[in-house]
């Protein structure tokens, strides 16, 4: 009989006396395990296999037929429909659920929404996912894993394995320099303010942009809010230039009450737009963020307090955000003999011999201190 027909295509087999049953494909050789050790189990899984390569439509027919008993809806239900639930898993008006429904509008796709979730093809969603952008990539992702957990997909179309890997453009803080150019050449007041607040207080746009004079403590001189993507609390502190320009807004309701309105594309649109006119390129109001957690880094400020400024729970975040920065480590010898000058003018009784003022980083003068701590030295025991 011809191999490539249906009854010989697959060859039924078991691993040892008592093993489990697995099939093989006689043309490419490839062997996959029915997951069964009883024989009768085994030889219905063989047969399957050999009516899906006879006839794949009657196959898929005779399948949907199974799990229609389960899932009436298994067979018509669409992507758009898995983009829809996955929405809606998210409370309205959040900007993640905004996100999402801004991603299920990407032009790579639409293509998949009316296509039937289980007669996806694994090269129709990675042709999906080439043709997009870094976006296209994780939304796809995640819509996949939603329809695995809830059950909507056996297995997922893409492995794991086989998913092209998200990279990101590089991106980079926004300079002193930059910034000041770009508030210098603004001409609108509460836009240029809105700039300023960004650079002290390295909030995110839209978290800057809905501020309120009650998040401002001008007794302890402070500002907190809660994140709008995250909802956790954040809180810093401001200073004498930060301080100047709150002033400058209102004083009750928003800060920014135009701003406030404005949809987080316009308002990055908006810096775009000025950052070309200046011949500013790699950057965007994101870059505040960035330029925020490097000047933290370099300041020496403690990790903890930078995360609880930036709004982040998880240290990883914030090291991605500070990439960039350079921490200058300082002398080790310097630092101590600065500790031990400290200590002598503190405890000047405690430092009677002038040698203990000195403090060496040569192992074999700290021992010979050690053994002989009058700094008198016997010559022939040493």
């Known amino acids: 009989m011809n191999p490539t027909d249906a009854p010989s295509r697959y060859r039924l087999f078991k691993k040892g006396a008592y093993g489990t049953f697995y099939i093989e494909d006689v043309l490419s050789r490839r062997q996959t395990s029915l997951k069964t050790k009883d024989k009768k189990e085994a030889e219905r899984l063989y047969q399957a296999h050999c009516e899906c390569a006879e006839a794949p439509d009657r196959a898929y027919r005779v399948g949907m037929a199974y799990v229609g008993s389960i899932d009436p809806d298994a067979a018509t239900r669409t992507w758009k429909q898995v983009v829809e639930a996955y929405a809606a898993n998210h409370p309205e008006g959040s900007p993640t659920r905004y996100r999402i429904e801004i991603a299920g509008k990407d032009r790579a796709i639409a293509c998949l929404l009316r296509l039937p979730l289980l007669r996806t093809r694994p090269d129709e969603l990675l042709k999906a996912v080439n043709s997009g952008t870094v976006s296209t990539n994780t939304y796809l992702r995640r819509f996949q894993n939603f329809a695995l957990d809830l059950g909507w997909l056996p297995k997922p179309i893409l492995p794991k394995k086989r998913w092209p890997k998200v990279r990101h453009q590089p991106k980079r803080a926004i300079t002193e320099e930059e910034h000041r150019r770009i508030i210098t050449r603004e001409t609108n007041p509460e836009r240029r303010a809105f700039y300023q607040l960004c650079w002290y207080l390295g909030g995110a746009s839209t978290d800057v942009a809905t501020l309120q004079a009650s998040n401002i403590d001008w007794r302890n001189r402070a500002i907190s809010y809660n994140r709008k993507k995250t909802a956790q609390l954040s809180g810093i ?87 960039g920065a350079i921490m200058e480590i300082p002398c080790l010898e310097d630092m101590l003999r600065e500790k031990a000058a400290t200590i002598q003018r503190a405890a000047p009784s405690a430092m009677e011999s002038p040698a203990a003022s000195i403090i060496s980083l040569d192992p074999h003068v700290e021992e010979t201190r050690a053994r002989y701590p009058d700094g008198k030295v016997d010559c022939l025991a040493a």
């Open 237 to 323: 502190k401001f200073g004498p230039g930060c301080e100047a320009v709150l002033r400058s807004l209102p004083q009750a309701g928003a800060l920014f009450p135009y701003l406030a309105t404005v949809r987080a594309s316009d308002r990055a649109t908006e810096f775009k737009q000025r950052c070309q006119g200046l011949g500013i390129t790699g950057v965007t109001l994101h870059s505040y963020r960035y330029a925020w957690a490097e000047m933290a880094k370099v300041a020496g400020m403690p990790e903890r307090f930078a995360q609880a400024a930036l709004g982040h729970s998880s240290k990883a975040v914030h090291r991605a955000y500070a990439k």
